[in-house]
């Protein structure tokens, strides 16, 4: 677990980050893990992040950019796995050979679902007046572990594929990626900049990006929305900070 400042528990919280694969190998199964990894490890920073902070913000401005940025993550965590569905584990399956050789990781996107819309629902409908801390939290005590755990499994799943035709797999990999870029860049981009941490694991350069384009991100599309990234626990450049509205840890007896 990592502490900021000896005190204050961080986004690494309640619910574990992924180890990344210890597999050398070259094959592209195990980039795409690997890759996964990351992206699930940021999801994971997010529902952590808004764990420890939702009970702590009082203000009116405070309340509805915390509102603002459940309603970016869910929307951000929905629009993956509806595109893994549609397109990249259809995509992989295509190039195995085997209908439903993922099938058990898209059955596992409905153990959550249920809480990932409540979640998104009160974060785009809720007025400040009825804004109650112990729903985001019940809901996502909920959906945590489930949640966890299929983004664990599928790391395993996608590491399987090391059996097969790798071109093709990162033909397919390259497609959603693209796909993915489509998103809101006032919104996505900045947000995955801040739910990375570059320090993991004794340092990594995630996400890879063109020359200037961290520059880019942090100075111009984060701009619109800066106000709700006061909730990401690290800055725009990866480096993990105390959560604004984080709580302390508890002192030893």
Not at 8 to 27: C, E, F, G, R, V
Not at 105 to 121: A, M, R, S
Not at 158 to 179: F, G, Q, T, W
């Amino acid at each position: 677990m990592t502490v900021i400042d000896g005190t204050q528990i961080w986004a690494d919280t309640p619910w574990p980050l992924i180890p990344t694969t210890k597999n050398a190998s070259k094959h592209a199964a195990v980039y795409i893990a690997k890759e996964m990894t990351h992206t699930h490890n940021c999801m994971l920073r997010g529902l952590n992040s808004i764990y420890h902070q939702a009970e702590n913000v009082q203000k009116p401005e405070d309340i509805t950019d915390l509102l603002f940025f459940i309603k970016c993550w869910t929307g951000w965590v929905s629009h993956h796995h509806i595109m893994e569905e549609e397109m990249m584990f259809p995509g992989f399956e295509k190039v195995i050979g085997t209908p439903g050789f993922l099938g058990d990781n898209v059955e596992q996107h409905h153990g959550f679902q249920p809480q990932l819309k409540i979640l998104q629902d009160y974060s785009a409908h809720t007025k400040l007046a009825g804004y109650d801390p112990s729903i985001i939290r019940k809901t996502i005590e909920v959906m945590g572990p489930s949640f966890r755990d299929h983004l664990g499994d599928e790391i395993d799943s996608l590491l399987r594929m090391i059996d097969y035709n790798p071109e093709a797999l990162m033909k397919v990999y390259k497609s959603c990626v693209a796909e993915a870029t489509k998103q809101d860049k006032q919104v996505v981009p900045p947000m995955v900049l801040g739910l990375r941490d570059v320090t993991f694991e004794g340092g990594n350069q995630w996400p890879s990006l063109p020359p200037m384009a961290g520059w880019v991100i942090n100075y111009f599309f984060a701009r619109k929305h800066s106000h709700a990234w006061r909730f990401l626990p690290c800055n725009g450049w990866g480096k993990p900070r105390r959560l604004a509205f984080g709580p302390k840890r508890e002192a030893k007896k």
